[in-house]
């Protein structure tokens, strides 16, 4: 690129979720970073031979980070289950989702699956995402399988295989052995473009013995990434933990030393007022799903009660509804309607958590801002509505129009690390008929 770099300007921007938004901002994009910011007309005087991206009628923002997706789960889409699940989150696991979705998973139907989500996220403003992938009959080698199609996305992505016993031990083993070979896999190809990394995950206390929680977080140290699990989805966990281990989930994990910022746990709905303590004093990290914890009628995650203790949060889609917009506006007015009111978190948080947030949870630095310095992760959103453009009174509110009001299909650009992966709405280089049909051969095949 050299000295010649893209002034991307709009109407409005958020440089950070927690920020006022700026009118009529720019930022300098050059070697995949923000390297200038400023009033569009500055910059640009600034940087005459710059190339100009003009977001007119758009605010600019930074991409989603998606903390917690099962790019496999869209294949369950639909699915001609004989019974319905179910009365309980165990019989959901046991009578349907283990053996009719995650034990039947090959590499091809991960593979487009994998396709297919990464260009649905790009199109909706998602620039970076985690993904579980639980599938104990498409060992080893899965995580390689999804990983081509996650690299052509052009996405950052943290992929990870949630190993687990509940399959016996030698496959919870070789769970384990695919994510380190995966972590270094990445590691040895590591390059300037290169985008896709690896991390540690084991699925829960009730199908992982303390050995093997203790194996996966030491392998994890060793490699310096994080271990993820999901805790207390329902009330199911916290009472298989009080009634096996004599003592709720986090008091486990606590006990045996996992309990750590080196510990990204998922769910956390139903916490007891220690659990929350101990997420807090020993700095687990948090990813919030809240539509997919009303979907399993799991409750209500005490979110608030996280926050206020400085816990770091990020949202994540659990692969159910993967349009973060949707996320964010759940996570809105779920906690409002719980807690009865309506000051009880703002659009600003949700988007925190929607971004930078998440990105933390992730240990993704310098991502979800767009000030110097941070990677060139942004999005353009149309922010011209029935009403108009936000007027400078207008800046107060110009968030909580974003969450409200828009969705994925308002998304007009999306660039990851200075590379435009959606353009016009339009995910370049994907081909769009040919990924679905892919996708609903691997479905049907999944089904039968
Ligand atoms: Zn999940």
Same mark, same amino acid.
């Given at each position: ?70 790019? $496999? ?13 179910? !009365? ?231 692969? $159910? ?37 998440? !990105? ?47 969705? !994925? ?40």
């Amino acid at each position: 690129m050299g000295d010649r770099g893209l002034i991307v300007g709009a109407d409005w921007a958020v440089t950070a979720a927690l920020d006022e938004p700026r009118r009529n901002w720019a930022v300098r994009v050059a070697g995949g970073l923000i390297d200038d910011s400023g009033p569009e007309p500055e910059l640009r005087a600034r940087h005459p031979d710059d190339d100009f991206c003009d977001g007119s009628g758009c605010v600019l923002l930074p991409g989603f980070v998606n903390a917690h997706v099962h790019l $496999y789960g869209v294949l369950a889409h639909g699915v001609p289950a004989p019974a319905a699940p179910v !009365a309980d989150f165990w019989g959901f696991l046991d009578d349907y989702w283990w053996p009719l979705v995650e034990n039947a998973l090959d590499h091809e139907m991960i593979s487009a699956a994998a396709a297919w989500v990464t260009a649905e996220l790009a199109a909706g403003g998602t620039t970076s995402f985690f993904d579980i992938l639980e599938a104990p009959n498409a060992l080893p080698d899965a995580l390689s399988a999804q990983r081509e199609a996650v690299d052509r996305s052009g996405l950052r992505g943290v992929l990870s295989f949630e190993a687990t016993e509940r399959m016996g031990a030698a496959n919870g083993q070789a769970g384990i052995d695919e994510n380190v070979r995966f972590i270094e896999a990445c590691r040895a190809a590591a390059g300037p473009r290169s985008r896709v990394s690896g991390a540690m995950c084991i699925h829960t206390t009730f199908t992982c013995s303390e050995p093997f929680i203790r194996q996966a977080f030491e392998a994890a140290a060793s490699l310096d990434v994080f271990c993820h699990a999901h805790v207390n989805e329902g009330v199911h966990e916290g009472r298989w933990c009080a009634e096996h281990h004599g003592m709720r989930t986090l008091e486990f994990y606590d006990r045996i030393g996992v309990a750590s910022p080196r510990f990204q746990a998922s769910q956390c709905v139903q916490l007891t007022p220690r659990e929350i303590e101990i997420i807090g004093d020993t700095g687990i990290r948090v990813s919030h799903m809240p539509l997919s914890n009303c979907e399993v009628g799991g409750g209500i995650a005490p979110v608030l009660e996280m926050l206020a203790r400085d816990v770091t949060v990020g949202l994540g889609s659990d692969g $159910y509804l993967n349009d973060m917009f949707a996320v964010m506006r759940g996570a809105f007015l779920l906690h409002r309607a719980a807690t009865l009111d309506p000051g009880a978190i703002s659009a600003d948080t949700v988007l925190h958590m929607a971004t930078e947030g998440a !990105a933390r949870t992730l240990g993704l630095e310098r991502v979800g801002r767009l000030e110097p310095g941070w990677h060139a992760d942004l999005q353009l959103v149309d922010i011209d509505g029935p009403t108009g453009l936000p007027t400078p009174v207008e800046a107060h509110n110009l968030v909580d129009q974003l969450v409200l009001w828009r969705n !994925a299909a308002h998304v007009g650009k999306v660039m990851v690390g200075g590379d435009w992966i959606v353009d016009g709405g339009v995910v370049v280089g994907a081909d769009m008929d040919r990924l679905r049909a892919r996708t609903l051969e691997q479905a049907a095949r999944l089904w039968s």
